[in-house]
């Protein structure tokens, strides 16, 4: 009977077909199966890696100087889950990072320096660690960084794209401009003063579709927003203070396939642990603590500070135990599992 079957599969392969009996249970699992592992990206000890970067290669011949985070279980693959990329890119005293454009969605979380902007569909903006800065599908961006007599200093970012996901519809474009920089057709500021002031312009054409039009959210509006929730109380178990970031128009989130956040956890806090199927990706902006990651009776455990990165991917259960008071930042593809209405979360009492 066995090599009758055997006799059987090789001979329907021959016509491109396969049995699905024999990859029911893997194609249809009972509940998810990653293929990724939860890892921490120490800042401290990837950083000179970072800065020797700088002078092995310049941002022109780079297009863009990016040490990507690859987790240990997608090797090759530039990715960080299986749905999301995640980098971190460094700008010199000087330099520019050339303007392209690309169909993937982009998102820049500022983590060191203060010297960098970066110029979105001609207008440009500032750039300071903890900033949430956003470059939507298809439009034209270029960063660049003071010169070192004027003060310029090293910034690093990390970015987050969803290139393994237009990587599965097979949808990626991209497009040079003709120069380093493009040209500024608005003033600084000019997009916060039109939608980021609980307003909008009265023939509002959503400038970037269901992108927010708002593409840099300062992190100091934000920390003193999680600062006067966390002295109102009260202070969830689970996730401590934890706000998601909107587009002003909508009130959705704001990149259609990226969804941002950014948490306090309090000195001393000790989190009851959660679990979703968005595989999410943090960035320690303040503070020291631990995340423990729990699957399937393994269990990992991370001390993190300031500056580090690490991930969770889907279906692990996440907690925290906090030493001084920390603000996390992190994204994960969680408006795409909303939409498809494939997206499952649990609040657990024990991992």
């Given amino acids: 009977m066995m090599n009758d079957r055997q006799t059987y599969y090789r001979e329907i392969g021959t016509l491109q077909l396969a049995p ?3 990859s029911l249970h893997s194609l249809v699992p009972k509940e998810p199966a990653a293929s990724c592992r939860p890892h921490l990206w120490e800042y401290d000890k990837l950083r000179p890696y970072l800065m020797q970067a700088g002078s092995l290669i310049t941002a022109a011949e780079a297009v863009r100087r990016v040490l990507v985070m690859e987790n240990p279980d997608l090797a090759g693959k530039a990715s960080i889950t299986q749905s999301l990329y995640a980098g971190l890119q460094l700008i010199m005293p000087g ?12 998102l820049r979380f500022i983590v060191e320096g203060t010297t960098a902007w970066t110029s979105v569909a001609g207008e440009r903006t500032q750039m300071h660690p903890g900033d949430f800065v956003i470059t939507p599908s298809w439009t034209f961006h270029d960063h660049g960084n003071l010169r070192e007599e004027d003060g310029g200093q090293p910034v690093v970012w990390l970015d987050g794209l969803d290139i393994p996901m237009l990587g599965f519809f097979a949808a990626g474009f991209s497009e040079s401009y003709s120069e380093a920089e493009q040209p500024l057709a608005r003033a600084e500021g000019d997009s916060f003063a039109r939608y980021g002031a609980n307003m909008l312009p009265v023939e509002y054409d959503a400038p970037f579709g269901s992108t927010s039009p ?10 003193d927003a999680l600062r006067v929730l966390q002295r109102n109380g009260p202070v969830d178990a689970w996730h401590g203070v934890k706000m998601r970031y909107v587009n002003p128009a909508t009130g959705g989130w704001p990149m259609p396939t990226i969804g941002t956040f950014m948490q306090l956890l309090p000195a001393g806090f000790s989190g009851r642990p959660y679990r979703s199927t968005d595989g999410t990706v ?51 593809d969680r408006p795409v599992q909303q939409a498809l209405g494939i997206l499952r979360e649990q609040r657990l009492d024990h991992p």
């Fill in 20 to 22: 699905l009996w024999e």
């Fill in 95 to 106: 330099e520019i990072a050339p303007s392209h454009r690309h169909t993937q969605s982009a």
């Fill in 214 to 223: 708002i593409f840099n959210y300062p992190y100091e509006r934000t920390r």
């Fill in 282 to 332: 943090f960035s320690v902006v303040e503070g020291r603590g631990n995340v423990i990651i729990t699957r399937s009776g393994q269990t990992w455990r991370y001390r993190f500070g300031p500056r580090d990165h690490f991930v969770v991917p889907s279906w692990h259960s996440v907690q925290f135990e906090i030493e001084e008071e920390a603000v996390l930042f992190s994204f994960s």
